[in-house]
């Protein structure tokens, strides 16, 4: 299993655990739909995705024609549907202004909306810079490698309430038996959680 696979099964993992069942979800970043379509069918969610690109919205609704995707920037999303979930995942980390779209999803909460993001741990940073020149990873968009305190700060900054934070994936890649150790036992204490390959936080208004 690639790394990038290995990563994107994993964040399915995590939001399967910290997202209610039949909860109205939207996304914010939600390039082609797979982890809104992975909710819809295990947690029976009702999915909304939005995504600046018209090329990624064109592919996530010739895939998934059930779930209702928008082609709009995260920052000028305007809906009146009542939202449960709003997830930011791996957005953060790509956009110039992450203030902006905290006070845009704001915009969006209801007293009970739970805001959801991951990004990139920017501890990997020269790791991903070697790997990517090394032709070892794909190519990614440039990050902003913001630190999870900066994330914190910004919350806060908008008025967010940080509930829960955390990290996942010590080590990002399958290697049988070895990662599962590493990922579900080691990770979990303070010398190694500050290196794992993802963030995450959990908010409310």
């Not at 059930?66 to 449960?84: G, H, M, P």
Request: aromatic content about 12%.
């Amino acid at each position: 299993m690639s790394k990038q696979k290995f990563y994107h099964s994993d964040l399915k993992n995590f939001y399967l655990s910290t997202v209610h069942p039949e909860s109205t979800v939207l996304e914010l970043g939600c390039g082609g739909g797979d982890l809104l379509n992975f909710l819809q069918k295990n947690l029976n969610c009702q999915c909304i995705g939005v995504d600046i690109s018209e090329e990624k919205i064109t592919i996530a609704k010739s895939r998934f024609p059930e779930i209702k995707f928008i082609r709009e920037n995260a920052n000028k999303v305007r809906l009146t549907t009542k939202i449960d979930v709003i997830i930011l995942s791996d957005l953060v980390g790509i956009v110039p202004d992450v203030q902006e779209i905290f006070e845009n999803t704001r915009k969006l909460c209801a007293p009970e909306t739970r805001i959801i993001l991951n990004f990139y741990n920017y501890f990997w940073e020269p790791i991903s810079n070697i790997s990517q020149k090394l032709h070892l990873i794909p190519k990614t968009k440039m990050q902003n490698w913001l630190s999870i305190y900066d994330i914190r700060g910004l919350l806060e900054l908008t008025n967010f309430e940080v509930v829960k934070s955390g990290s996942r994936l010590l080590l990002p890649k399958y290697l049988p038996v070895f990662a599962w150790i590493l990922n579900k036992y080691i990770a979990r204490f303070p010398p190694f959680k500050k290196i794992c390959f993802y963030l995450f936080y959990l908010s409310r208004q």
